[in-house]
Structures are given as structure tokens and as C-alpha cells.
């Protein structure tokens, strides 16, 4: 399995991807499939962090962080990530949530926040967002906001805000 950044050559089977994973009830677009068709477009949008996992020419898995802000710090919004349904339970997912947190540690981001499991993301460090600080977008997430500092010190404190695009679900 390879992880490498996204290219636009890419989007039609990422796309693909992330549709099958999240699936829709109604059968449409997933809603997570629109969202990240708005990060691409988005000037949030972080070309290095947004990565998938190939295998056998394939795309098997994605993940983004997009340009957030903790009141006027720059931070990372995660999100989605996603795994091809036939190849969920692999480490597909582990294997991207480590490239993409150690792309974002080399580009000198000072943290990453996401909502999600907090028994799956506390395995790569991820804490609640509360303990450093940080408030959620919306208070009744709890301890589903998570973050992870990826600097040696606090990144800051206050209320995290994601790419716009985050904002229209």
C-alpha cells in the first residue's frame, strides 16, 4: 500500500471512494462526498495534507485536514476520512491518519482537530479538545472534538473553526 498527496487526476476515484464509505440511505451523494468536493474548491483547501492510500493502482482510502483557525491561529480541521468498505478493518485508516499527521508535523502545523470516535482517534493521540483548551464548533459535541498538538507546546486557545465548507452541512 502506498500513501501519497491527491492529484486532480485522482478526484474522480477519491470521490468514488469516500461515496462508497459513507454510503446514503436515499442513494444519492453521501453528504460527505459534496463536503469534500467543496474542500477541493475551498481556499482552505492543503494540497500536501490531503492524501490517499493506493493499492495495485487502486484508491483504496482518503484523508484531509483543511486550513481551520482556534480564534486566529491556524490549526488543521481533519476530515473526512475514509476507506474503501472492502478494505475497512486493514489498517487503511491508521496507515493515512499517520501520513497525514506527520505531513502536517513537517509543514510545522501546531495542531490537528476533528470530530469523530474518540476509541478510534485516541490511538494516534488525539485528546479532547476541552483538555487544551479549545472549544468545539458546536458545544454539544463534547468529547467528540478532539485535537492533537503537534508542537512541542499549547497551538492555543478558544473556539476552533473550520473551512467554510465544513459550516454549509
Known sequence: MLIRPETLADRPAVLDVVSRAF?????????????????????????????????????????????????????????????????????????????????????????????GSPAYYHRFGFADARSLGIEAPDPRWGEHFMALELSGGPAAAGRFRYAAPFEDL
Open 23 to 115: 454510503g446514503s440511505p436515499a442513494g444519492g451523494e453521501p453528504v460527505e462526498a459534496g463536503m469534500l468536493r467543496a474542500l477541493f474548491e475551498d481556499p482552505g483547501y492543503l494540497a500536501h495534507l490531503s492524501l490517499l492510500a493506493e493499492q495495485d493502482g487502486a484508491v483504496i482510502g482518503h484523508v484531509i485536514c483543511t486550513r481551520g483557525w482556534i480564534g486566529t491561529v491556524p490549526a488543521l480541521g481533519l476530515g473526512p476520512l475514509a476507506v474503501d468498505p472492502a478494505r475497512q478493518g486493514a489498517g487503511v485508516g491508521s496507515a493515512l491518519m499517520r501520513g497525514v499527521i506527520a505531513a502536517g508535523r513537517s509543514a510545522g502545523e501546531r495542531i490537528i482537530c476533528l470530530l
